[in-house]
């Protein structure tokens, strides 16, 4: 099975999930009420940011080491909800980054924050600044920088890599509040150690519905569910099948010969 | 009503992309001779050419409307989604392509022209990095702010990595001094030599041998047993360790390699926690992040995301 | 614990470890590694490459991770002199990862008689992400051009015959990222070219699940994968000399844990152990 070209089964499973994914924006469109449940990372965002405001320190945003993809477009998003919060208490959000392409629209994000809640003049332009695309340089510079600011919070959403620990770290020797989000799973053992909360896992891209209530990001983590729930019950009945003597073991043998070849 | 309503939008919406991709997919083959290399002054030329309609097309596009700039760039979304997709999900080679020579799928071609693309657009974002930082730091050194002589320092090391990079990198064998100031033959190669393998690489070794400081810090104040489940892990966790080290291979070195025994090796049960346990628990969570990522891929392709910037007028 | 003493407790932490690792450093014990099924099934991997085919070692790291990808990089590097097999150093995602295997390769070449040009070639950093990689599979020579000393790879007599990823008998990434990914979803997932993965060792946990559906065909896993290369190659390199060190660290790690946990006990009986924070979800 060659994946330079979809096969059946690819389509089968990205359509299916892809369809049931829109339903349930559709749906949610349509005025449905969904319950999501709490998530104690993201309901802290206005504690640290109050308690930062409290201590008269600013706040430091760092948007993980990728370039502009899923995960940084998503941590943008919650750049600028933290933004909006630090614009309207009157409080500095530093945000290093390390790809120049995320700093133009960084820039730009903080910059309109600080103008929707009626304070253009309270944003400084190097507090969004490039570091460097080295991941210990870039380290070492948000380090230095939690260190010098004495920031009151830290906020870590994105793609980290070795550096999370670093970065943690020098926050809680400050004694920072600190809140992470990572879609890299070998990282968030790090940041539960050092961190005060820590998003784990599809819980980062529930975050752009969490803190916006939209009815079409509700409606699409409904649908991202259910097709977990599609997956699983896959899983399921491909682990059954494959044992010989089952009933259905000779679906499974044709479906991998079909599909693998073999 | 709401049904009919979205029915129309879908259908506008794919009708909208096919003719889009239809109409890219002539324009390339209308444009096909300009894309052939070319050399020389031909090369200039096409450069400068390049970068005028360029910068003719940007200066357009910020004349345009706010609530117009926004549409079109849904659109380039969309229609740059769909171009990848239809790649992917089309078969190779179909009779559905009857007007190809050898019915193959027209758009696998243009694969790599449209990355190449890619990779020019996101190299015009190289200088904004050296200039946010010029600028951060050469406000601190015009402010005398505290510590400005760190400023002072990052633009002695842009400058010098920059010039000896590029140096080196054209004229390798360039000597630099003769013999002055006590330094004989002193080529331009060992000054890089100096400056990237002796200074710039230990440095950053340095900076990821802080990491074990801190993990020993982070564990000592952090990893508490405070039920079952964590005792478990803590137990895991522990044989894990000492299973990669041979201290741990030590500690059950008497049982046999082979056998049923071999099972009870400190690096045996860390291999078969990291190789079942472990990697169960990635999978799970990977199955999650992915079905995560394609909705947001989903929603970002067809404009459904909302909030932050993806609603704001451009 | 009040400022004052997580200040101290912090820094007598650090010079404790500090105090284990560099005992082990200056005092030369022997370390014997028992080798790991992933760790021998890239050496198998290796020795089944034929002669026709050329091995591809991307250097896909930068000098932060060259105590772990460093000795790494040598193993492999020292295992395809040995065998006479030939290979290219390549570089896709860092700048600095070619001129770092080509440093190691040049400190290596020498001990098994081999030559730049003639035995081996480096590639260097090419940029383009994944459209680089699928027209490089396509056409390695179209692709890569020239090597890190600006002449044609063509005029290298260690390409001859190589053209395309069929030519291609492995491909090892060694790399602190997930950038793997590329490799198995372009170059596995559409040609079976067999991959191999040299990760640091926070990241060898991600390289199971590739590992155990077949799609890598073996992974050393930071320095302790290293070491088991050395001791599979037979020779006693930086990784196996580092290996006390790393050991005595663990250590330090576990009995700092079991010295946390003792505190905490004691305080808890006492009612004196601070609420934590919520953390997690």
Known sequence: MSLEHANLLHIAIVGVISVTILITILSARGGRDLYIRRIPGLSAIDEAVGRATEMGRPMLFSTGLSSIDINTLQALVIAQHVARLAARYGNRLIVPVVDPVVFAIAEQLVREAYAVEGKPDAFRSEDVRFLSDQQFAYAAGVMGLINREKVASTFFFGYFYAESLLLSETGQEVGAIQIAGTPATTQVPFFLASCDYTIIGDEYYAASAYLTREPTLLGSLVGQDIGKGLLLLLVVAGTLTAVPGTPLHFVNQWLARWLFGG | ?314 | MGRDSQFWSRRVIWLALAIATAAFLLVKVKAVMYVSKPARDIYDAIEAVPASKLIVISCSWAPGTIGENGPQTEALIRHCFKAGKRFAIFGFVDPAGPGLGQAIAERCQAQYGRRYGRDWVNWGFNIGGIPMIRGWAKNIPGTIKRDIFRKPITSRPVMAGIKTVRDIGLVIEITPSLSLQTWVDFIYGIYRTPIAYACTGVMGPEAFPFYDAHQIVGVLKGLAGAAEYEQLMGYEGDALKRMPAQSSAHAVVIALIVLGNILYLRARRRGEAPERRLGGS
């Open chain 2, 1 to 314: 009503m709401r049904t009919r309503k979205w029915t129309i939008v879908v259908t506008i919406y794919v009708m909208g992309g096919l003719i889009g991709a239809v109409a890219w997919w002539a324009l390339v083959q209308a444009l096909s001779p300009i894309f052939r290399p070319v050399e020389g002054g031909a090369f200039y030329g096409a450069v400068s050419a390049s970068v005028l309609l360029w910068a003719a097309v940007m200066y357009l596009l910020h004349r345009l409307p706010a609530s117009v700039k926004k549409r079109v760039v849904v659109f380039m979304t969309f229609v740059a989604g769909l171009f990848y997709t239809l790649e992917f999900y089309l078969p190779e080679k179909s009779a559905i392509f009857f007007w190809r020579p050898s019915h193959t799928n027209p758009f696998t071609p243009m694969l790599d022209p449209v990355g190449a693309a890619t990779s020019v657009i996101f190299g015009f974002t190289f200088f904004l990095g050296a200039f946010s930082l010029s600028l951060v730091h050469g406000k601190h050194i015009a402010a005398r702010r505290p510590g400005y002589y760190n400023s002072i320092a990052f633009f002695v090391a842009f400058a010098a990595m920059a010039a000896f990079g590029l140096w080196q990198a054209y004229a390798p064998k360039a000597i630099l001094v003769h013999d002055h100031w006590g330094l004989r033959n002193l080529s331009v190669r060992q000054v890089y030599d100096y400056l990237f393998i002796s200074t710039y690489v230990p440095l950053g070794a340095a900076l990821f041998s802080v990491l074990a400081f801190y993990m020993a810090t982070a564990a000592f104040r952090a990893f508490r047993v405070r039920s079952a489940e964590a005792g478990f892990m803590m137990v895991a966790a522990f044989i894990c360790m000492l299973g990669q080290v041979p201290l741990g291979m030590w500690v059950t070195h008497h049982l046999p390699m082979t056998g049923p025994l071999s099972h009870l090796r400190t690096e045996a049960i860390a291999n078969w926690i990291l190789g079942v346990f472990s990697m169960a628990g990635l999978r799970a969570v990977g199955f999650g992040i992915l079905v995560g990522g394609l909705a947001m891929s989903l929603r970002l392709w067809l404009n459904l995301e909302r909030g932050a910037f993806f609603e704001q007028e451009l």
